[in-house]
């Protein structure tokens, strides 16, 4: 009798071994999250697990200008070292945003969800701001994103965290190298070739958007 259960043990563990390394060690419980897949002019490739359980609308959002082709061409515009790296405005043209404002999911703008901290890798959306973080500016992301160089404390809870790379963040580190005007734009020219989105079993819908005629900011 222990020779049967140790051998049904056995033939368990062999089994859990077999999936683990089919899986490449990520068990997959439930929805599989989204995932978004950059590629960059200089030819790295990124990868970032989008969360829609935390910032849906953020996330329904960013999923309909990548896969809309939106961000194709458009540079990396802002590059703090030891910080963040920062793109997403539209590509052959003035305008530094979508045209549009969307709700910011944070927990400052009392939205409970949005709770993501701002460590290594996240991913959140820009949005206006001023030195006392104004709530007048709380709903104003659009397009522009960046991905976090470092923990940031103090950005925690006031910007919609709605990604994290998990593949290529060397190569986001590598860029943030680049040399840099005073304006913290890179001298040498550095773009997204492609940005698109593997939804998996998330069934994205329409994001809602601000007009920015009703945002009232000044």
Do not use: W
């Not at 990520?26 to 970032?48: A, D, L, Q, Y």
């Not at 990604?163 to 190569?171: F, L």
């Not at 890179?186 to 939804?199: F, S």
Request: charged share 25%.
């Amino acid at each position: 009798m222990m020779k049967k259960t140790f051998l049904r043990l056995a033939a368990l563990l062999l089994l859990a071994a077999m999936m683990t390394a089919a899986f490449g060690g990520c068990v997959v419980i439930g929805e599989r999250k989204p995932i978004c897949t950059i590629v960059f002019s200089n030819g790295s490739e990124v990868r970032i697990r989008l969360y829609p359980d935390k910032c849906p609308n953020t996330v329904n959002n960013f999923i309909k200008l990548c896969n809309s082709g939106f961000y194709d061409g458009s540079t990396v515009h802002r590059i703090m070292e030891y910080v963040l790296v920062q793109m997403g405005m539209p590509a052959d043209s003035d305008a530094t945003d979508a045209g549009y404002y969307i709700k910011g999911e944070f927990t400052a703008n009392n939205y409970a969800k949005g709770d993501l901290t701002f460590a290594k890798g996240i991913v959140g959306m820009a949005r206006l701001s001023d030195e006392n973080e104004s709530k007048k500016f709380f709903d104003t992301a659009s397009s522009q994103f960046f991905i976090m160089l470092e923990p940031k404390e103090t950005m925690d809870g006031y910007y919609a965290a709605f990604g994290k790379v998990i593949s290529g963040m060397d190569d986001i580190v590598a860029i943030s190298k680049m040399d840099v005007d005073a304006n913290n734009y890179p001298r040498d020219e550095i773009y997204i070739v492609t940005a698109r989105v593997d939804c998996y079993d998330y069934k994205p819908s329409e994001p809602k958007t601000i007009d920015k005629k009703d945002a009232k900011l000044y």
